[in-house]
């Protein structure tokens, strides 16, 4: 925290169990599991936690466990707080929202190597819009959440 208060960027590394209180200091906290392994060690890992067994129970472990469950509320929250007046928030401007209040967060917990491929695959939670830039003409991913019928 105290070099966060100087002013200075602070990136923090460490495994799934590094203690909330010093993910929460960091800007950005990455998880060397998410370093170790490429996608298709994370899918192997999982289908082998799943086949485990203990005392006849199945055996899930916290990674797994975030790997199922994508943070709706967290999500639905940044899309609010990232949005301009129609409702249509920036990518970049979400995952900046996403970090700004959870610094662990990684789309690779959720089986992506980025940001646009998970919100992408989440056809069910969002509205996507790709446009393009007037001035650059380089393509901007747009998502909003979607609405209840």
């Known amino acids: 925290m105290r070099i966060r208060e100087e ?61 199922k469950r994508f943070p709706l509320k967290l999500a639905a929250k940044a899309v609010e707080e990232a949005s301009s007046d129609d409702g249509w928030a920036n990518l970049a401007t979400f995952g900046s929202y996403l970090n700004r209040v959870q610094p662990d967060f990684d789309p690779r917990d959720y089986g992506y190597e980025k940001l646009s491929s998970l919100v992408k695959a989440r056809k069910n939670i969002f509205e996507i819009e790709e446009r393009v830039s007037p001035t650059s003409g380089k393509k901007h991913l747009y998502l909003r959440m979607k609405t209840k019928r």
């Not at 998410?34 to 005392?55: I, P, W």
Request: glycine share 8%; hydrophobic share 30%; proline share 2%.
């Open 7 to 67: 002013g200075l960027w602070v990136y923090g590394f460490g495994e799934e169990k590094t203690p909330a209180a010093f993910r929460n200091a960091c800007h950005k906290f990455i998880r060397t599991e998410n370093l170790r392994l490429d996608n298709k060690g994370e899918e192997e890992l999982v289908e082998s936690a799943q086949e485990e067994h203990h005392n006849g129970k199945l055996q899930t472990s916290e990674k797994d466990i975030s790997k």
